[in-house]
Structure formats: structure tokens, C-alpha cells
């Protein structure tokens, strides 16, 4: 009998909220009152997520953000801005002690992005991990990811990239001169890819949180059963919810 995780399929929401409701599982999870938990969701609107310990001024261009509806929000986990709109983004967590879980961080981020890798598979696409934090097919990215260890429990989140625009993306982050501009835009579009782009056509959201679903079940040998967040966790999230969209939150640096 394989062990039964939690699947929650939240659908898309604020970049505050989705924060929130990631943090609240995670501490939901620290305490022992939820099972290992993946969960898949959307963002609307789109949003510019950026790493714990970067500066918001120096990355995001807000009057940029305000004009298109962009979102933009601090996360709980390292690495860079990550610009977030025609994607599947999943998260997990699980404790630390779990013994499906490696204690060594190269390894477990190794562990969960081979899930993900497992969710393409299924949708045709053949990648493969390039660490510490990053899914490539053909050479190009398809797939980033960033982790987090706090109250003895692995969080880890990261993005499947069903379709991108370059250009609006540089839109909304903050590059010194048009001249560096066009040089970072030409080189995203040769260094990233999307699901749309590899397949040529698109696919919708359900089709692909169905094959990270089979990824997750392949890659730890569980069953993930559909369920919802608890009353506990929906009341943290709201908590939370107010934390990410504070200024003092996102402009703390």
C-alpha cells in the first residue's frame, strides 16, 4: 500500500495569497497536522515573485508593475525574480525527517525537480535537472525552482513554464540601459523555453497539473489524494496574506 500524500489544486490566485497559502502549509505540515502536501496552482494577476534576500527597487520596476496590473510580492525562499504568468507553478512540503526526504539539499532538490522532470514525460517533453535549481530541455529552461528549510520542514516551490513573453517581462524588472536590454532579452529567448513552444501548441492547465500529478506519485512512489486546506491552514494563509502584500514585507530591502 503506498502512503497517501495530500494533492491541493488551488487554482489561481494573488501573488499574496498564493505566498500565504504556501507558508501556511508549511507550518501546518512543522506541527504535524497535515500530511506531505503538492500543491498546484495560477497566479492572477500576473506577478513578479523576487528571492528573500534581494532588493525590490533594484529589481522590479513598480510604476511598470502598476501600469500593466502586475502583482509583485517577496518570497519566503532564495534565488532570483521570477516573473509569473502562463505557468504551472507547483510547491511541496514535507518534513525534513521524512525518509523519502534527503537530508542533503543538492539531493532533495534533485529528488523534487525528477518529479517534475516525470511530469513532463508525460506530456512528451524529455528534460532533464540542471542544479542546483533549474529544469532544461534541449539546453534551454523550462522549469526554476527555490527551497526553503524552516521548523524542521523542506519547502519547495518552483515554475513549469507553459508559454513566456521576453519583452513584457523586461518590462516590469529594472536593467540599467536599453543597449544591456535588448542584449538580456535576446538571451532569455535563446536560454528559455516553454511547454507551447517545445509542443507547438498549447496546452491547458488541467492536462498539465494531471501529469505533475502522475510526476510527484512516480517520483516518491505515493498516492496523492485530493483534499483542501484545513480551517487552521485558511485561517494562517489570510494572516499571512496581509504580511506578503505589506510594504514593509516587500521593501524590506
Known amino acids: 500500500m503506498n502512503e497517501q500524500w495530500r494533492l491541493l489544486q488551488t487554482g489561481a490566485n494573488s501573488a499574496y495569497a498564493n505566498m500565504a497559502i504556501d507558508?501556511?502549509?508549511?507550518?501546518?505540515?512543522?506541527?504535524?497536522?497535515?500530511?506531505p502536501t503538492v500543491r498546484l496552482y495560477g497566479w492572477v494577476p500576473p506577478a513578479i515573485s523576487i528571492g528573500y534576500?534581494?532588493?525590490?527597487?533594484?529589481?522590479?520596476?513598480?510604476?511598470?508593475c502598476k501600469n500593466f496590473g502586475v502583482d509583485y510580492v517577496r518570497r519566503i525562499?532564495?534565488?532570483?525574480?521570477?516573473?509569473?504568468?502562463?505557468?504551472?507553478?507547483?510547491?511541496?512540503?514535507?518534513?525534513?525527517?521524512?525518509?523519502?526526504?534527503?537530508?542533503?539539499?543538492?539531493?532533495?532538490?534533485?529528488?523534487i525537480c525528477g518529479a517534475i522532470i516525470n511530469g513532463l514525460n508525460h506530456l512528451g517533453i524529455k528534460s532533464e535537472?540542471?542544479?542546483?535549481?533549474?529544469?532544461?530541455?534541449?539546453?534551454?529552461?523550462?522549469?526554476?525552482?527555490?527551497q526553503t528549510r524552516k521548523f524542521g520542514?523542506?519547502?519547495?516551490?518552483?515554475?513549469?513554464?507553459?508559454?513566456?513573453?521576453?519583452?513584457?517581462?523586461?518590462?516590469?524588472?529594472?536593467v540599467p540601459?536599453?543597449?544591456?536590454?535588448d542584449k538580456l532579452i535576446k538571451d532569455v529567448k535563446q536560454r528559455v523555453t516553454s511547454i507551447k513552444h517545445i509542443l507547438g501548441k498549447e496546452l491547458n492547465f488541467d492536462d498539465v497539473a494531471f501529469a505533475m500529478k502522475q510526476g510527484f506519485e512516480q517520483e516518491f512512489d505515493v498516492e496523492l489524494i485530493?483534499?483542501?486546506?484545513?480551517?487552521?491552514?485558511?485561517?494562517?494563509?489570510?494572516?499571512?496574506?496581509?504580511?506578503?502584500s505589506s510594504k514593509d514585507w516587500n521593501h524590506k530591502r
Open 23 to 35: 507558508k501556511a502549509m508549511l507550518v501546518a505540515n512543522s506541527e504535524g497536522k497535515v500530511p
Open 53 to 64: 534576500f534581494q532588493s525590490l527597487v533594484e529589481e522590479i520596476d513598480v510604476v511598470a
Open 77 to 111: 525562499t532564495g534565488g532570483g525574480a521570477v516573473f509569473h504568468d502562463k505557468e504551472l507553478t507547483y510547491s511541496i512540503v514535507i518534513s525534513e525527517s521524512h525518509p523519502k526526504m534527503p537530508v542533503n539539499i543538492m539531493k532533495s532538490y534533485g529528488l
Open 129 to 146: 535537472y540542471a542544479p542546483i535549481n533549474d529544469i532544461v530541455t534541449g539546453g534551454k529552461k523550462i522549469s526554476g525552482n527555490a
Open 153 to 174: 520542514t523542506v519547502l519547495q516551490h518552483g515554475t513549469i513554464i507553459m508559454d513566456v513573453d521576453v519583452d513584457l517581462m523586461f518590462s516590469l524588472l529594472k
Open 177 to 181: 540601459s536599453e543597449k544591456i536590454k
Open 226 to 244: 485530493e483534499g483542501s486546506l484545513t480551517k487552521e491552514e485558511m485561517v494562517l494563509a489570510k494572516k499571512f496574506e496581509k504580511d506578503f
